[in-house]
């Protein structure tokens, strides 16, 4: 397990963009798959992107063309970049693996605060 720290968030208008970054205490070069998670007021924290070790993507479908992830594993970094940010994205964003058998103790997040 490793401590996962994550930043970058802020509020923004809509169409804005924001780049979240992810960053691991130890190595994530293990991990094959890692993944962003987000958690909206009172709604359950939903994956909304993952990455292989290898850099195979995959998004939800309300993300799909607007956000990419990807990761550094020399820097045990993973990130997010958010283009044309929708009030819907407002949300505390989280990183961690993908499984939840390999998944560390979760982090602070990062909140992201979208404005119409």
């Known amino acids: 397990q490793v401590q996962l720290v994550e930043s970058g968030g802020g509020a923004v208008q809509a169409g804005g963009s924001l780049r979240l970054s992810c960053a691991a205490s130890g190595s994530i070069s293990r991990i094959n798959f890692m993944a962003w998670y987000r958690q909206a007021p009172g709604k359950q924290r939903d994956v909304v992107a993952s990455i292989t070790s290898g850099g195979s993507t995959n998004y939800v479908d309300s993300v799909k063309g607007r956000f990419t992830i990807s990761r550094d594993n020399a820097k045990n970094t993973v990130y997010l970049q958010m283009n044309n940010l929708k009030p819907e994205d407002t949300a505390v964003y989280y990183c961690?693996?993908?499984?939840?058998?390999?998944?560390?103790?979760w982090g602070q997040g990062t909140q992201v605060t979208v404005s119409s």
């Open positions: 961690n693996a993908l499984y939840p058998v390999l998944q560390s103790p």
